[in-house]
């Protein structure tokens, strides 16, 4: 089991920046690929980018070359650090844990970008 707890959300002006942290409990937070997902008020749950216990990393195109995503393992603790923030940036952004078959997700923390 793992516990999710996502911080750093907040209403910032387009062309702004914010860090969005999480901070994970219960297992063995080095095993697990880590996400950060985002929702949209209407709109499915999409991935926003992802970084694997390898450091491989993955970003959506809509948020490449504007947001990173980083690890530390000994912190437990995944980031992403979003820079040029747009209007359309605003969502619920979610932490997400997976290693087969498990899942897991934090109850997110909202980002409101205004124009």
């Known amino acids: 089991q793992v516990q999710l707890v996502e911080s750093g959300g907040g209403l910032v002006q387009a062309g702004g920046s914010l860090r969005l942290s999480c901070k994970a409990s219960?297992?063995?937070?080095?095993?697990?690929?880590m996400g950060w997902y985002r929702q949209a008020p209407g709109k499915q749950r999409d991935l926003v980018a992802s970084?694997?216990?390898?450091?491989?990393?993955n970003y959506a195109d809509s948020v490449k070359a504007r947001f990173t995503i980083s690890r530390d393992n000994a912190k437990n603790t995944v980031y992403l650090q979003m820079n040029s923030l747009k209007p359309e940036d605003t969502a619920v952004y979610y932490c997400?844990?997976?290693?087969?078959?498990?899942?897991?997700w934090g109850l997110g923390t909202q980002v409101t970008v205004s124009s």
């Open positions: 970084i694997t216990t390898g450091g491989s990393i």
């Open positions: 997400n844990a997976d290693r087969y078959p498990y899942k897991y």
């Open positions: 219960g297992s063995i937070f080095s095993l697990y690929t």
